[in-house]
């Protein structure tokens, strides 16, 4: 139990960047509004976010947290444990389970595993250079990881967000209006080549 404690207080830092990190993105954003006028749709992000419903605000949160919470692996200097697997888990599968996709649960518990993985790669490479001799490749394979690590969560945040999103009506309405306006163009394509 006392273990448990001791790994969750480290985690004090990675709420601490967190907080930061949304604290900034709050303020990019309520910079960009004021000086932007919405009507004009010069900010398209804007309306991504109309109305959602509340379970895919909750996905957009989950997914969200959980890579911010992959990038503080990448960045931060951590010791590995299984806390932070529990918790990649536990952020996959409630995202999962919000969204009634069961059979990816299977995918995300995997994909949790490989991330936890490079992770404990990635420690152990940069603990060799720092504890035992500095080696040009050891940095360039720790690196390689990190990159991998970043890439591959990237990949699958925006491939999530973009599922959530697409259940959003706005979203689905603007998607359905730009198919109907290229099949309209090239119905006139085809009926201007016949004329």
């Keep these: 139990m006392e273990e448990i ?12 960047v967190f907080f930061i990190v949304v604290v900034l993105i709050f303020v990019v954003f309520k910079i960009a509004l004021k000086h ?20 895919e605000m909750l996905s957009i949160g989950i997914l969200t947290i959980k890579y911010a919470f992959i990038i503080w ?4 200097v951590n010791t590995e444990n299984y806390i932070y697997l529990i918790i990649l888990l536990m ?3 409630l995202y999962n389970i919000i969204n009634k996709r069961f059979l990816s649960i299977i995918f995300d518990v995997i994909n949790s595993l490989v ?6 790669c990635k420690n152990t490479f940069f603990e060799y250079l720092n504890n035992v001799k500095f080696e ?3 940095l360039i394979l720790g690196i ?14 925006i491939k999530d967000i973009d ?5 959003n009506e706005f979203v689905k309405n603007k998607i359905s209006g730009k198919k109907e306006r290229r099949n309209g163009k090239s119905k006139k394509v085809l009926k201007h080549k016949k004329g």
């Excluded at 991330?115 to 404990?120: G, M, Q």
Aim: positive net charge; proline residues 0%; contains cysteine.
């Design 36 to 55: 932007s006028n919405i009507n004009e749709g010069k900010i398209k992000i804007y309306g991504i976010f109309m109305g959602l419903k509340n379970s």
């Design 136 to 138: 040009w490749y050891v």
């Design 115 to 120: 991330i936890y993985i490079a992770f404990v």
């Design 5 to 16: 404690i001791y790994y969750l207080g480290q985690l004090f830092n990675f709420l601490l």
């Design 144 to 157: 390689f990881i990190c990159l991998f690590l970043f890439l591959y969560a990237n990949y699958f945040f």
């Design 73 to 76: 692996l990448i960045i931060g």
């Design 163 to 167: 599922f959530v999103l697409k259940k």
């Design 91 to 93: 952020l996959s599968i």
